[in-house]
């Protein structure tokens, strides 16, 4: 089976890289901390002592990086210059659309083949193997991919050329920031008037008003479990890619826009390594809360 | 079985008096335009030519009025000038919490008993007996009520005393249209940067931004199909309930003011008798679109 180099073994990585060795891929992992591999050893994968190392022999390239810089060290360094011809990058991360764009040519510029995967369904659904992924790329580099998206994905979609995935994915992250937003405001609405909080989520849940974010934050929000998860300080580079994308496209989002303030605050305040439900905090303060 | 009088029986009233019906409860219908009660009679109710005829002789009272005046109007009129002692009114009808709670004070007060029970599902939730609905009242009578209010409801769930279903129905209307705005921003994001959409929506509602109101407007927004549904009309009085309760509360929340805004302005715009998802429209005009 082929020969998978798997660079970012994080949160989200590391059990996506565990699963593709699970289902017999050959799998090199790499990260910049190296005890991240270990558990990927455990599973059956091998580890690399560097990018490079984990890229060379392989016959697809995944990667699972912060964001933009770090993908483009990573392409243009150890991909561009160990690669064999006609490989295949697979980028799930979340970067800018025109960085993606960019890389995929420069990639066919040298004979490789690159497509964006970014994902969304958070540490559960890495974990589970049940992530949405929004894949863009050519026809033929997404066929070819796709055994390997469908064993970290559920529901795997391919919507457009490359640099696709990375705007639909942008537009997840406009969504789930706004909807995680209207429910720290409906929680501390409700607070505030006294109403019985378990009760009234469940209500809202069987409603119009239900959705995964409802699902999955609310009962943290309510338990003030601000682990994460997705850390603020990643959906706020998310909402600048929103935010750089809707300007240059001359799109006006006037509600993403007080979003993207709202989440930038929670980071100013010192929240950025809380879960994005941690918008309640800010919610609060502006609700003349203390901390 | 119990008498039940049911005043106002327009898009939601109707097909919850047709069930109540089907379930075997004496139902005397009364709508303002009284070529509504047609369809209650032949669904096996009765028709009666007055508020106060139909509440005569009614063992319970329910109501789905559109605003807080018709209330008022009806249960210090038609009702408190006919009903008998212990009547129980049941308000399905989305108005101020404050209101529901002065009127089940002025009910208590004549040896009456009203709870609030607005609901959420819309048209079709209505017509499926599906509705989620946000029960406010004292124990005894949503225990008397809950028979009643499971023939039409799917997720019936009593949130606290009189006055608190309201304020449930408000946090869910506050999270509704703010959803709706996000998902037109989304769409148009997506559009400007010539996404599948169809694809997009697919994979968006796969993973953390999935939602009800994803699932039930994105299609209508991709087909430009803004037929009611809920009016812009009814939603606009609901972002004032949802403004007037969080200040009397003393309560901040920056982006439902902002989405209430842009609910005014599709309003402003000449599109208040369409659906809700006429939002679209207005993010379209903000970013160029002629009508």
Redesign the interface.
């Given at each position: 089976m082929s020969t998978v180099a798997f660079i970012g073994l994080g949160i989200m990585g590391g059990p996506m890289a565990r699963h593709l060795a699970g289902a017999g891929y050959d799998v090199v992992g790499f990260n910049r901390s190296p005890e991240k591999t270990e558990q990927l050893v455990e599973a059956g994968g091998r580890a690399a002592d560097s990018a490079a190392g984990a890229v060379d022999g392989a016959d697809i390239v995944a990667l699972m990086l912060p964001d933009s810089p770090d993908v483009t060290d990573v392409v243009t360094g150890a991909v561009f210059d160990t690669a064999k011809p006609g490989t295949l990058i697979v980028d799930f991360s979340t970067i800018r659309?025109d960085v993606a764009r960019d890389l995929a040519q420069q990639a066919a510029d040298r004979g490789l083949r690159m497509i964006d995967a970014p994902?969304?369904?958070?540490q559960a659904?890495a974990e589970n193997a049940a992530?949405?992924?929004?894949v863009g790329g050519a026809d033929a580099d997404v066929a070819d991919a796709r055994p390997l998206l469908d064993v970290v994905g559920?529901?795997?979609?391919?919507?457009?050329p490359a640099g696709?995935g990375q705007?639909?994915k942008?537009?997840?992250q406009?969504?789930?920031a706004?909807?995680i937003?209207?429910?720290a405001?409906?929680v501390?609405?409700?607070q505030?008037?006294?109403?019985?909080l378990p009760?009234?989520i469940?209500?809202?849940?069987?409603?119009?008003?239900?959705?995964?974010?409802?699902n999955?934050k609310a009962q943290k929000m309510l338990d003030g479990d601000f682990a994460p998860g997705f850390r603020i300080d990643l959906h706020h580079k998310d909402m600048g890619i929103?935010a750089e994308?809707?300007r240059q496209?001359?799109?006006?989002?006037?509600?993403?826009a007080?979003?993207a303030q709202?989440v930038a605050a929670t980071r100013a305040a010192g929240d950025g390594d809380l879960d994005h439900s941690a918008l309640l905090r800010t919610?609060a303060r502006?609700?003349g809360a203390s901390s």
């Open positions: 659309p994902v969304s369904g958070g659904g992530l949405s992924i929004m559920k529901t795997v979609v391919h919507v457009g696709a705007t639909v942008a537009a997840n406009l969504i789930v706004g909807n937003a209207l429910l405001e409906a501390t609405f409700l505030a008037h006294g109403a019985d009760a009234a469940e209500v809202l849940g069987g409603g119009l008003a239900g959705s995964a974010v409802l999955q929103v994308s809707a496209a001359g799109v006006v989002t006037p509600v993403a007080l979003v709202l919610v502006l609700n």
